[in-house]
């Protein structure tokens, strides 16, 4: 078992039953002209995060651990769109309706891409999501199950929308999280530490937290132990 200093305690795993899931950092959330931005929101708060998630996710592909992806979004034709959520906002440009990055959250348009800093390898799953949630209408748990899967490395955005649903949704279902700290962002600095705090909180009601490095501290103390 790896131990991983967290809050509010350690947090244990082993690496054979451990995924990563990088929850939609897609162009539509991240960069300017997406829907983020549509929104109102200021999205260069999102950028810190991708430093850090770059570092993890390249130590899980060169120790050949399991690594996820989520994208939100819609088919073309909107079959999978629930109205409420088309018309929330009242967005003069919305989901479904061409912006500067194409059809807005839309599967195939350039906006509903995973960005270049953190585009998934051939092999690796992404999962395309019509909701909050990485398992609400996606075979997430099927594929997580498959592999033997128990704990989640949570990193994406954003923290208190698909993060956290993605989490709860996780709990309800037996998994173990380990909420990356400087790996989720918000577009609001006073929700991600109420978020972050809800996990933690009541003996780590929903999860787990700590940050990226001691996450990789911990994962090659443990690698150094079993190669020697
Ligand atoms: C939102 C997300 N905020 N990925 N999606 O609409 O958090």
Known sequence: MISIPAAPYDFECASESTALLI???QRDFVE???????LGNDVSQLRSTIEPIQRVLEFFRIQNLPVFHTREGHKPDLSDLYESKRKRGNLSCGIGDAGPMGRVLIQGERGHDIIPEL???PGEPVIDKPGKGSFYATDLDDQLKAK???SLVVTGVTTEVCVHTTVREANDRGYECLVLSDCVG???PDFQAAALKMIAAQGGILGWVTDSEKLIRALQANKDEVSI
């Open 23 to 25: 929850i939609d950092m």
């Open 32 to 38: 300017p002209g997406g829907f983020g931005e549509l």
């Open 119 to 121: 585009y998934p390898l």
């Open 148 to 150: 033997g899967i128990r």
């Open 186 to 188: 918000s577009y609001f």
